[in-house]
């Protein structure tokens, strides 16, 4: 264990090395993670094979990252959260984009591209993006990335470097994949609407049904996995991510060989909701439509294969307590949301909503402007 203050001079002096690193914390985890490699090397991330951190881009054929643990020091902090002023309804501490600017006249247009087509293809689904450019003072990025962990307990909070990404940080609601040994675990999160502190929460039928046709379709893409057993599928209930409330699913199942692990991924990123669905078919209106690189917004990111030691009582009678330990392998994917790239004093905040038939294009603007508050709250003085 490190102190705090030993883990932000330990950040600065790799970021001062241009060498990759990365530091994070669960969700609902005190602890704090940094590893840092000890080169500037590049090494990638595709097989899901070598432990270590893997930051991996939107689209499957950009490269995927990895920091590999045996090429990298890792330190461990309990960081305690300094208390944060929350204003009700929250105050973004940036100025909102003004009406009808150019950001929100050329995402509508794309969303009603989206809807137009959706209407008149067999496409059910398709996520769209746009990426808001906010300038920010404070070039430092250690304070913004406290303001991030002490502001989002419930999420996965990261700020990565590698001179092949540049710097990102993120604090995102939604899971890839956990897995342990031959268990595995994702969720199915859609629908958005404002989160407002003792009012009741009723969903329109509209976000129930975009929510539901993104379980049905994780669901049917895992059976079609040979190794894949014993699939669950839970009841949606609401999630808060900060100012945001979502209907989530939660998905289980078990695998039985450890190859499965690149195929669940593969069937499962991009999810449906960051891309679309029918998925091949969504992805190229995306890459055709979206006139922008989302680069590492909405790819994946997360440890893999890390070992953790687990101790097991003995059932042997005359032995009380005895205590086996083993080692597993352990894998915690995320999908990289509300997250911005920075770049000397401007954040560019990536954000998007699902489509489908039923939307509007103005709802869905102001819904891209509600999820940047995410980012916006911590890019202050
Ligand atoms: C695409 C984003 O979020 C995803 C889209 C959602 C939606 O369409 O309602 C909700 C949660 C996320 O799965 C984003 O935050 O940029």
Redo the contacts with the bound molecule.
């Keep these: 264990m490190i102190t705090e203050e030993e883990l932000f001079a330990s950040i600065r002096t790799q970021a001062d090395k241009e060498f990759p690193f990365v530091v994070y914390r669960k969700p609902g985890e005190k602890s704090v993670k940094l590893i840092c490699q000890t080169s500037a090397e590049t090494y990638s991330g595709e097989d899901l094979d070598t432990p270590g951190f893997v930051f991996a881009a939107f689209d499957s054929l950009n490269r995927s990252l990895l920091i590999p643990i045996a090429e990298a020091e890792v330190f461990n902090c309990n960081y305690e959260n300094r208390p944060v002023s929350q204003p009700v309804p929250p105050q973004p501490e940036q100025p909102m984009p003004a009406r009808n600017s150019q950001d929100q006249i050329k995402h509508e247009k794309l969303v009603q591209s989206g809807i137009d087509q959706i209407k008149t293809s067999s496409i059910d689904k398709i996520?769209l993006?746009r990426a808001e450019k906010v300038k920010f003072h404070d070039p430092d990025p250690i304070p913004i990335f406290r303001r991030l962990l002490d502001r989002y307990e419930d999420a996965f909070v990261y700020f990565w470097y590698h001179p092949e990404t540049g710097t990102w940080m993120g604090a995102?609601?939604?899971t890839l994949l956990h897995s342990e040994r031959n268990r595995f675990k994702t969720m199915a999160?859609?629908?958005?609407q404002v989160y407002e502190e003792g009012s009741e929460i009723t969903w329109r039928q509209k976000?129930i049904e975009?929510?539901a046709i993104?379980t049905s379709y994780i669901d049917k893409e895992l059976q079609k996995i040979s190794e894949v057993k014993e699939l669950k599928i839970g009841e949606p209930y609401n999630v808060r991510?900060g100012n945001?409330l979502?209907i989530r699913t939660d998905i289980q199942g078990s695998f039985d060989s450890s190859s499965a692990l690149s195929r669940i991924v593969t069937a499962l990123h991009p999810?449906p909701?960051?891309c679309g669905i029918p998925k091949a078919e969504a992805l190229q209106f995306i890459l055709q439509n979206e006139e922008m690189d989302r680069e590492y917004?909405?790819g994946y990111l997360g440890e893999v294969q890390l070992s953790k030691e687990v101790k097991r009582n003995s059932n042997r009678r005359n032995q009380e307590n005895q205590q086996f330990a083993s080692i597993s392998r352990v894998s915690n994917l995320y999908?990289n949301?509300?997250c911005m790239k920075l770049e000397q004093d401007i954040a560019k905040i990536?954000?998007?909503?699902?489509?489908t038939k039923d939307s509007n294009a103005g709802e869905e603007w102001y819904?891209?402007v509600n999820?940047s508050v995410?980012m916006r709250r911590v890019l202050v003085k």
Aim: charged residues 20%.
């Design positions: 996520v993006a995102t609601p939604e999160l859609a629908g958005t976000e975009e929510q993104v991510a945001l979502h999810t909701a960051i917004y909405s999908v949301l509300r990536f954000v998007g909503g699902g489509i819904e891209t999820k995410t």
